[in-house]
Each structure stands twice: as C-alpha cells, then as structure tokens.
C-alpha cells in the first residue's frame, strides 16, 4: 500500500509555483531536449525542429484545453469566458496529444519534410515528455482509481485504498515505452515503425488504464456507455486508421 502524499504548490517566498504546472512544462523541456538531439543524430535542421517543437507545444495547450471544456461542457455552458482561463486548471492530455499530433504530421507536410522520418524523431521525445508531465498528475492525484486491495493502491484521506492509474501510465506509458523505443531508435532502420509502435503501444495501455479510473468520485471522468472519453476517442481513431489502411491496400493492390 503507498501512503496518501499530495503536493500541488511550492512556496519560495511571494512565489507560488503549481506543481503540476512545473512538471509538465519540465516534461515539454525533456521531449524538447530528446527531439533535438535525435533531430542532430539523423541530421534534420535544427531551426526546423524547433519551429516544429513550439507548434506541437501550442497545439498541446489549445486541444488539451478545448478536450477537457468538451468533456465537462456543463460548467461553461453559463460563463463561456471560462473556457480562456487556462489558470484555473483543467486540461486534458490526451486531447492535447491528439491536437498537437496533427499540428506537427501537418507542418511537416508542409515543410515537404519526409513525415515518417520525422514521426520516428519524436516519438521517442513524446514518451520521455509524458513520463515527466504524468508526475505532475500523480502529485496532485488528479485521477484517482477505483477502490482495490492491490498493493500498489495509494491510501486515500477517507480511509479508502484506491488504484493510482497514473503510476501504471508513467511506468508502462512513460519509462518503459520511452526506453524500449531508445533501444529500437537506431535498430529499426525503417521509417515510421518507431512511431507506429509508439502510438499502438501509448494507446493500447491508456484504453486499458482508464478501467481503473474512479467512477464513485465527484471529479470522476464522465462515462458514455461505460466508456471515458478518451477511451471513445481512441476506438474511433483505431476504425478511422483501419479503413485509411484498408483504402490504400486496395488503391495499392488495384494499381497492380
């Protein structure tokens, strides 16, 4: 069993710093620091990677934050102005993954840069970036679990033993998959498989981890169909990349 711990502020005098503000913004520096280094070792241009790295980091902070306001509409529905005051917390990862995501598959294009090539850059970076970013979640216990006996439950103030799904996500979708993709980076030589594991890897383990999500709770995630909307979300990305599959197959198979 892990003992309740919480730590949401750091005070240095007249200077409040918000945890989970701290850790996120240093999981955004670690993913920068990754994808610039493997950016030199495959010899992209750097100035590139860095206009590319400010507009995933933009596309993070707007669908993180129009996600959650999509995922809890009802607060904002009196009081739209809300929807700008990122201060007051309430982002969603997941929806800031997704956005910045396509931001960066869309600049690259643009830029005419080969997209696989850079897709394998940054995952590894994208790994790193959200083992960090999750300590910050974990700190505040923002998505606490349903009630356990497992022994990796964290002791809640009620009295409750409850399941800490962001310890199974930093340790399965942070470290884990971060150093098994810096292993894979220079022996898989095929462009876009790094970043093909990474996003069947990432999403496998969020759909299941999102099942020992709290249900019970007044900040629990809404459910639809006994689903979270992230776990919506990601079935209806998987249907979506299948029939892109399957579409191009055919294209491939009938220009033969």
């Known amino acids: 069993m892990i003992p309740w711990f919480q730590i949401e502020q750091i005070h240095f ?17 670690l993913g920068a620091f990754v994808l610039w280094k493997e950016a030199r070792r495959k010899g992209v241009d750097a100035n590139i990677i860095l206009d590319l790295f400010i507009l995933i980091l933009a596309g993070a902070i707007i669908g993180g934050r129009l996600f959650y306001v999509a995922e809890h509409y009802k ?19 997941f929806g800031g993954f997704l956005a910045a995501l396509a931001a960066g598959v869309v600049f690259v294009h643009r830029k005419k840069m080969p997209v696989w090539k850079i897709t394998n850059i940054i ?20 998505h606490l679990g349903k009630i356990t006996n497992f022994f990796l439950g964290i002791k ?7 399941h800490e799904p962001i310890i199974y ?9 971060f150093f098994v993709l810096w292993f894979l980076r220079k022996r898989i030589k095929k462009d876009g498989m790094l970043s093909i594991i990474f996003l069947v890897w990432f999403l496998s383990v969020r759909f299941v981890t999102d099942f020992f999500r709290s249900a019970d709770l007044p900040d629990s995630d809404i459910r639809y169909f006994g689903l979270t ?19 191009f197959i055919t294209k491939k198979q009938n220009a033969h």
Not at 234 to 239: C, E, L, P
């Open 13 to 29: 005098g007249p200077l409040t710093i918000q945890v989970w503000g701290l850790l996120v913004s240093l999981g955004f520096m």
């Open 75 to 93: 607060e904002y529905i009196g009081d739209l102005l809300r929807i700008f005051l990122i201060s007051e917390g309430g982002m969603s990862f």
């Open 123 to 142: 995952a590894p970076a994208l790994a790193a970036g959200y083992a960090i970013g999750r300590f910050g979640c974990l700190f505040i216990h923002d």
């Open 156 to 162: 809640t103030p009620d009295g409750t033993i409850r």
């Open 169 to 177: 996500e930093i340790f399965f979708n942070g470290l884990t998959l």
């Open 229 to 247: 909307l992230a776990q919506i979300t990601i079935i209806i990305f998987a249907v979506f990349v299948l029939l892109i599959s399957k579409y």
